[in-house]
């Protein structure tokens, strides 16, 4: 969790709980279980508070912490406290700076001047992942762009090895979402010589098949061409003022079809067509983005290609038709999108746009007008922040020596402490106004150097503390490699579906790197996924700014643990969430009290055939729905289970493991109901109950005897009896027979389930 807001809410709970009661029932199991917790402390809302009330985050974060630890320790879980992480400790830090240095030395991290996104609010930049629809992830503010110098890491060279989940037990929708966002395509690029012959323009498409079609090429306002095009002549302030629009556009307002959105400037420059020969002038567009090589070659078979042409009175021609008839492009109003056959195509005349898609990049690349190729849309993580509350970036500037990593034996690099620090960003990292920190001097020549002021983004830390809880104690190396063998990689692991394309992302780079840098014998850091689902409050998504956090605190304290947790995995099926009403926790502790006095009871066993009956169903739907967890059916059986027990009474060999598989969802409660029947070891040293499946099989069924559909009377009768049997048995009975005075029409057997007679 992140200490650096509020507080534990129910949403915690929600996850934390039934992920403890896998993992206890694994213990049964016979399993060693290692369930580590930590602290993703580096945070905005710690940094603004400091910024609010010149406290050091630092003090806030750990007073969370604290608190935050008293709330788990009540949960009731088998956390291993001995090996807990704090991101912003510098005993956690130091090895996260470690990490960084592993891939600038491999040289997976590196800083360049471009343009990033920018929340002017928390005035720091953000990776793409942590913009949506246009706006800051943290605050909502409309993301700008702005050209700054800032550190990646390459993980665009390892797209290809993410977009293999073999071997992963993942949610489908969530290896979908991380494949769309990596966006594999296979095209071709296409070199445009310039009019003038002074450079050529290289555009990326998937759709080679329209080349024959392109009438103008459009430019990514972020593309540095385009400065240099237009240094010094009539169109720089065109583009200078366009710029500042398209600046403030989210991503979706500036791809969006529609007329309306499109905006651009002609650039002064021409480019040829290899394939015809022909002038085509060259634009910036908002549509065009840094994907591929950031020039698209436009034509009329791409709908905004069109609506910007139209717009900007462009000439448009067609090389597709339905029937390979020519199209006058004067005579629609809308592009031609479908697949048909190719016209005024030179040699590709004739042939269906799909066949020769083919045959004309292989063309293309015979006559060096192109070269085929994979493109990905992931761009590499931006890991700066222009923020004080963040792990320093281990790197130092000397005027003489340049560019200098941060020698492994002088870290951590530490973040300052004491007063006096001004901690409001001011478009760069506080850290830049600390003199104590900026000034050091040089690994290399021993000169006056500066740090590096940046901080890396929070992802960084938290896509490796995996990788360190088994060693958290270790002071000499960042991860043990027997012991990181002995446990990794994570046998489960449960978190929400809002990291899919950021943490979990993440995650899986780094540890792909530490493979290749054979820190780590493993590809793959988590082996099966599970997400919970999200508990709202009044429909909303809780948080601290919307005012509806509820606290697990106050049902603690009134029910206990056991029953609150209990109640939580009752809602529902983990996976869906739902929205909070505690109306229905009196219901579970009811149900506890019964469980309770059921164990505790003495009372001679009435019917022991079908309490074991009844008791194996039970272990059977208990086990096979906690590996599936969907643990409110968990306690749905074990209502069902104290229900018919109380009926036949229960013996003491029933008790124990009545108390064994309510365990693992009421840790406290079992304990104690454990200990009351004798046992010396803890509940969850004992192993978890087998059910006999002979014992499943029931002698009787309740037989349902309906009289024209209506339900007439019930009945037990014997499991294996035939439908003369069942018919027979039916027509017996005293309050059946007063209606089959009239006619029978027809005699209907459900097989274990009902007769149903139909009488005029």
């Not at 029947?677 to 509940?683: A, R, T």
């Given at each position: 969790?992140?200490?650096?807001?509020?507080?534990?809410?129910?949403?915690?709970?929600?996850?934390?709980?039934?992920?403890?009661?896998?993992?206890?029932?694994?213990?049964?199991?016979?399993?060693?279980?290692?369930?580590?917790?930590?602290?993703?402390?580096?945070?905005?809302?710690?940094?603004?508070?400091?910024?609010?009330?010149?406290?050091?985050?630092a003090?806030?974060?750990?007073?969370?912490?604290?608190?935050?630890?008293?709330?788990?320790?009540k949960?009731?879980?088998?956390?291993?406290?001995d090996?807990?992480?704090?991101?912003?400790?510098?005993?956690?830090?130091?090895?996260?700076?470690?990490?960084?240095?592993?891939?600038?030395?491999?040289?997976?991290?590196?800083?360049?001047?471009?343009?990033?996104?920018?929340?002017?609010?928390?005035?720091?930049?953000?990776?793409?992942?942590?913009?949506?629809?246009?706006?800051?992830?943290?605050?909502?503010?409309?993301?700008?762009?702005?050209?700054?110098?800032q550190?990646?890491?390459?993980?665009?060279?390892?797209?290809?090895?993410?977009?293999?989940?073999?071997?992963?037990?993942?949610?489908?929708?969530?290896?979908?979402?991380?494949?769309?966002?990596?966006?594999k395509?296979?095209?071709?690029?296409?070199?445009?010589?310039?009019?003038?012959?002074?450079?050529?323009?290289?555009?990326?498409?998937?759709?080679?098949?329209?080349?024959?079609?392109?009438?103008?090429?459009?430019?990514?306002?972020?593309?540095?061409?385009?400065?240099?095009?237009?240094?010094?002549t009539?169109?720089?302030?065109?583009?200078?003022?366009?710029?500042?629009?398209?600046?403030?556009?989210?991503?979706?307002?500036?791809?969006?079809?529609?007329?309306?959105?499109?905006?651009?400037?002609?650039?002064?420059?021409?480019?040829?067509?290899?394939?015809?020969?022909?002038?085509?002038?060259?634009?910036l567009?908002?549509?065009?983005?840094?994907?591929?090589?950031?020039?698209v070659?436009?034509?009329?078979?791409?709908?905004?290609?069109?609506?910007?042409?139209?717009?900007?009175?462009?000439?448009?021609?067609?090389?597709?038709s339905?029937?390979?008839?020519?199209?006058?492009?004067?005579?629609?109003?809308?592009?031609?999108?479908?697949?048909?056959?190719?016209?005024?195509?030179?040699?590709?005349?004739?042939?269906?746009?799909?066949?020769?898609?083919?045959?004309?990049?292989?063309?293309?690349e015979?006559?060096?007008?192109?070269?085929?190729?994979?493109n990905y849309?992931?761009?590499?993580?931006?890991?700066?922040?222009?923020?004080?509350?963040?792990?320093?970036?281990?790197?130092?500037?000397?005027?003489?020596?340049?560019?200098?990593?941060?020698?492994?034996?002088?870290?951590?690099?530490?973040?300052?402490?004491?007063?006096?620090?001004d901690?409001?960003?001011?478009?760069?990292?506080?850290?830049?106004?600390?003199?104590?920190?900026?000034?050091?001097?040089?690994?290399?020549?021993?000169?006056?150097?500066?740090?590096?002021?940046?901080?890396?983004?929070?992802?960084?830390?938290?896509?490796?503390?995996?990788?360190?809880?088994?060693?958290?104690?270790?002071?000499?190396?960042?991860?043990?490699?027997?012991?990181?063998n002995?446990?990794?990689?994570?046998?489960?692991?449960?978190g929400?579906?809002?990291?899919?394309?950021?943490?979990?992302l993440?995650?899986?780079?780094?540890?792909?790197?530490m493979?290749?840098?054979?820190?780590?014998?493993?590809?793959?850091?988590?082996?099966?996924l599970?997400?919970?689902?999200?508990?709202?409050?009044?429909?909303?998504?809780?948080?601290?700014?919307?005012?509806n956090?509820?606290?697990?605190?106050?049902?603690?304290?009134?029910?206990?643990?056991?029953?609150?947790?209990?109640?939580?995995?009752?809602?529902?099926?983990?996976t869906?969430?739902?929205?909070?009403?505690?109306?229905?926790?009196?219901?579970?502790?009811?149900?506890?009290?019964?469980?309770?006095?059921?164990?505790?009871?003495?009372?001679?066993?009435?019917?022991?055939?079908?309490?074991?009956?009844?008791?194996?169903?039970t272990?059977?739907?208990?086990?096979?729905?906690?590996?599936?967890?969907?643990?409110?059916?968990?306690?749905?059986?074990?209502?069902?289970?104290?229900?018919?027990?109380?009926?036949?009474?229960?013996?003491?060999?029933s008790?124990?493991?009545?108390?064994?598989?309510?365990?693992?969802?009421?840790?406290?409660?079992a304990?104690?109901?454990?200990?009351?029947?004798?046992?010396?070891?803890?509940?969850?040293?004992?192993?978890?109950?087998?059910?006999?499946?002979?014992?499943?099989?029931?002698?009787?069924?309740?037989?349902?005897?309906q009289?024209?559909?209506?339900?007439?009377?019930?009945?037990?009768?014997d499991?294996?009896?035939?439908?003369?049997?069942?018919?027979k048995?039916?027509?017996?009975?005293?309050?059946?027979?007063?209606?089959?005075?009239?006619?029978?029409?027809?005699?209907?057997?459900?097989?274990?389930?009902?007769?149903?007679?139909?009488?005029?």
């Open positions: 969790p992140y200490p650096s807001g509020d507080k534990l809410h129910i949403g915690h709970w929600y996850n934390y709980a039934p992920s403890d009661s896998w993992g206890r029932y694994q213990k049964m199991l016979g399993f060693n279980v290692f369930e580590p917790m930590g602290y993703d402390s580096f945070g905005l809302p710690a940094e603004n508070y400091a910024i609010k009330h010149g406290v050091h985050p003090e806030s974060t750990t007073k969370n912490i604290k608190y935050m630890t008293k709330q788990l320790s949960m009731g879980t088998m956390y291993d406290w090996s807990k992480v704090q991101t912003s400790s510098s005993d956690y830090y130091k090895w996260t700076q470690w990490l960084f240095l592993q891939l600038y030395k491999k040289g997976l991290a590196y800083k360049k001047k471009s343009p990033v996104n920018w929340c002017p609010k928390c005035k720091t930049v953000l990776a793409n992942e942590q913009v949506h629809d246009g706006a800051c992830e943290r605050c909502d503010a409309e993301v700008t762009k702005k050209d700054l110098s550190w990646y890491f390459k993980i665009r060279d390892y797209a290809e090895r993410l977009l293999n989940f073999e071997g992963l037990d993942w949610p489908n929708k969530t290896k979908l979402m991380q494949e769309n966002w990596i966006g395509s296979t095209g071709c690029d296409i070199h445009f010589p310039l009019e003038d012959g002074t450079d050529k323009l290289t555009c990326y498409t998937t759709r080679a098949d329209t080349i024959h079609s392109v009438t103008f090429i459009v430019m990514a306002p972020e593309h540095h061409l385009v400065d240099k095009f237009t240094k010094g009539k169109y720089a302030q065109q583009v200078k003022d366009i710029r500042k629009i398209i600046n403030k556009q989210s991503l979706i307002e500036r791809t969006s079809e529609g007329g309306d959105n499109k905006l651009g400037c002609f650039l002064g420059k021409y480019a040829i067509n290899p394939v015809n020969g022909e002038k085509i002038p060259i634009y567009a908002n549509f065009a983005l840094m994907y591929g090589t950031g020039v070659m436009a034509d009329a078979h791409d709908q905004r290609d069109f609506e910007f042409a139209r717009k900007y009175h462009i000439d448009l021609k067609f090389v597709i339905e029937d390979g008839s020519k199209i006058d492009p004067e005579d629609f109003d809308k592009t031609f999108l479908d697949d048909g056959i190719l016209f005024d195509s030179g040699k590709f005349d004739g042939l269906s746009n799909r066949k020769a898609l083919p045959k004309i990049m292989n063309w293309l015979k006559e060096g007008h192109g070269k085929k190729t994979t849309k992931l761009r590499d993580w931006l890991i700066s922040r222009q923020r004080f509350w963040g792990a320093p970036i281990p790197i130092i500037n000397c005027k003489k020596c340049g560019e200098l990593p941060v020698p492994e034996k002088d870290l951590p690099v530490k973040l300052p402490i004491g007063k006096g620090i901690y409001k960003p001011k478009g760069k990292s506080p850290l830049a106004a600390v003199k104590s920190f900026l000034n050091t001097k040089c690994p290399n020549c021993g000169g006056k150097a500066q740090r590096e002021v940046d901080t890396m983004d929070t992802f960084v830390c938290s896509s490796w503390y995996y990788l360190r809880y088994p060693s958290a104690t270790n002071e000499k190396i960042a991860f043990d490699k027997k012991r990181t002995k446990w990794l990689p994570v046998d489960m692991y449960i929400g579906p809002e990291h899919a394309c950021m943490h979990l993440y995650a899986r780079f780094i540890n792909k790197v493979k290749d840098l054979e820190f780590i014998d493993f590809e793959e850091p988590f082996k099966r599970v997400h919970q689902g999200l508990i709202t409050k009044d429909g909303a998504k809780m948080s601290k700014s919307k005012g956090v509820v606290s697990p605190d106050e049902f603690i304290d009134k029910y206990g643990s056991d029953i609150f947790r209990m109640y939580l995995m009752f809602m529902g099926p983990f869906d969430g739902g929205d909070w009403d505690d109306s229905g926790i009196k219901g579970i502790a009811r149900f506890v009290d019964k469980f309770f006095d059921l164990i505790y009871t003495q009372a001679k066993c009435e019917d022991e055939k079908k309490l074991k009956t009844i008791l194996h169903k272990i059977k739907k208990v086990t096979e729905d906690i590996e599936k967890f969907q643990f409110n059916t968990v306690v749905s059986a074990l209502m069902e289970f104290v229900n018919s027990a109380n009926k036949t009474r229960i013996d003491d060999h008790k124990n493991i009545a108390v064994q598989l309510i365990a693992p969802i009421a840790p406290h409660l304990e104690e109901l454990w200990a009351n029947l004798g046992n010396k070891k803890s509940v969850f040293e004992s192993k978890w109950p087998i059910y006999d499946e002979a014992m499943i099989v029931e002698d009787t069924i309740e037989l349902v005897i009289i024209n559909g209506k339900v007439r009377a019930k009945v037990e009768a499991a294996n009896i035939d439908q003369e049997g069942a018919l048995l039916a027509k017996s009975l005293d309050n059946i027979q007063k209606y089959l005075d009239g006619k029978i029409v027809k005699e209907i057997y459900v097989p274990g389930r009902l007769v149903n007679i139909v009488v005029k």
